[in-house]
Structure formats: C-alpha cells, structure tokens
C-alpha cells in the first residue's frame, strides 16, 4: 500500500504516540521545573497528560494524537483488507468477520473519543473531556477483546501458524493489563489519591504504545506473501486464458498447454500449433 510494507503502520503510529508523551513529559518535568498547572488539585505534584495538554501543549496534543489514531484506524482496516484479499490468514466463517467489524468500529469510537479529549482540554471543558477519556479507553479495550477474540477463533482453524497464538496472547495480556490499570485510576480518582492516579495513566498510555507495536506482528505473514494472488484473482485470471484459447480457436486454455505439450515431446524444436477450426455448415 503507497510503496510501503503494512508493517510500518502500527510502528509509525506507536513512533509518533510515544514521541508526543516524552515531548509532553520531558517539557512540564525539564524543561518547566515540574510546575504546578491549572487545575491540578491540592496536594498534586504530579501531572495528568491531560493537565500538560491544556495549555501551550495543546496544539501537540492534538496533532500528535491525531496522527496516532487515524493511522491506526488505518492498521485495523488494512488488516481486514488483506484478510479479504488472502494475504493474511483468511476468516473461516461469518462470526469472525462479525468480529472483526467490531473490532473497527471501537477503535474508531476510541479514536473520536481521543480527538476529542485533546481538543477538549480539562480547564475549560472537563466533564466532557472526562467523558471522552472514558470513551477512549473503553474503545480500545472493547477493540482489543473483539480482535483478540478473532484471533482466538483464527488459532483454532490455523493451528500450524505461531504468529496468531503470539498475537493472541500479547493482546490478551493487553486486555487484562490495561483493564486492571483503569480500574486502579478510577479508584485512585476517587479516592482523590492524585499523585497514584497520575502514575497510573502514564503507565497506561505508554503500555497502550507495546499494543499498537504488536500489531507489526499480525502483518508478518503480508511480507512472506507480499506477490500473493487471492483465489478470486486465480480464478479470473483463468478465465481470462481460457477466453483467449477459445478465441484462437482451441477448446480451452487446458486443450492449448496439450497442444503446446505434444509438440515439445515429438521433438520438434519450434511448433506452430494449427488450431481447431470449427466444422461450417454450408
């Protein structure tokens, strides 16, 4: 796709995500001294990403996370492209594919939610920009069980292929990780225990990088198939030859290789086959 391997896309994507948080982290903890920003609450010394990302910040924040979630929106629709086209392990029934589509459509409901997290900054528009955190998360956790669950299924029909047991497990211990570490955040939000609850969402977005990573393992069969025509294709480029044979006046493309075959086997060097001319009823 563009000249590129499809493998590129989950590492640009987990590239520019990690990129935008040491930017923000490295900029409020070194470059500012650590400050206190609005609206961290008393007895706070650490910030959320979203504190950072409400201020001089913001135009990163939303550049940046952009850039994240459209290219990998883009990763999940080229991994059921190439399912589609065989270039990857193909689904073996409905349910699968049932599977898959909601696996996109979270992650795309994730990514709106990001977007609009960013562009909706904490001081000046909080409930709703902790509605669409909530929505951000809870869109890729749903996303990782759907595709997770596609895998599973995939593993069962493919057993011969390591790649989707891999894929499966990382993305399992994905799912359980980051649920237990957003149960933990709610809890510590609660609790008012700000400094943990920070920790805690740092360290979900940067394990949220390793998951959009692993997905370059899902496109490793792409490459190893990377001139793979589909069956579809084989079939109609077979329909296409046999056409053509019958427009040269033989009974198909199977009756040409024949006539191609006895020719070379008699031993003459070069053949000019005499096509079958149909019987005319005059």
């Known amino acids: 796709m563009f000249g590129i391997s499809y493998w590129m ?21 070194v470059a500012d001294g650590s400050p206190i920003i ?91 920009h902790d509605i669409c955190l909530a929505i951000f998360i809870g869109g890729y956790i749903l996303s990782a069980i759907f595709i997770c669950w596609e895998y599973q299924r995939l593993g069962i029909h493919y057993r011969e292929h390591s790649v989707l047991r891999i894929s499966f497990w990382v993305k399992l211990a994905f799912i359980f990780v980051e649920l237990g570490l957003a149960i933990g955040f709610g809890v510590c939000n609660r609790k008012s225990w700000w400094n943990t609850a920070a920790i805690l969402e740092w360290i979900i977005a940067l394990i949220y990088t390793f998951y959009v990573w692993s997905f370059a393992i899902d496109f490793i069969p792409a490459i190893r198939t990377k001139h793979y025509q589909s069956k579809d294709t084989e079939a109609e480029m077979a329909m296409a030859m046999d056409v053509e044979s019958r427009q040269r006046g033989y009974h198909g493309a199977a009756d040409e290789q024949r006539a191609y075959g006895s020719a070379e086997s008699s031993g003459h060097g070069r053949y000019n086959p005499e096509p079958v001319v149909p019987a005319r009823n005059f």
């Open 9 to 29: 896309i989950p590492v640009f994507s987990g590239m520019v995500w990690l990129a935008m948080l040491l930017a923000m982290l490295l900029t409020w903890a």
């Open 38 to 128: 609005t609206p961290m609450d008393n007895g706070q010394t650490i910030a959320y990403i979203s504190d950072i990302g409400a201020h001089e910040l913001q135009p990163l924040f939303i550049a940046m996370g952009t850039v994240t979630m459209v290219t990998f929106n883009m990763v999940f629709i080229a991994e059921r492209w190439l399912r589609h086209n065989g270039r990857l392990h193909g689904n073996t029934s409905i349910f699968q594919k049932v599977l898959s589509g909601l696996a996109i459509v979270f992650s795309v409901a994730g990514g709106i939610g990001l977007i609009c997290l960013t562009c909706l900054n904490d001081v000046d528009h909080h409930t709703a």
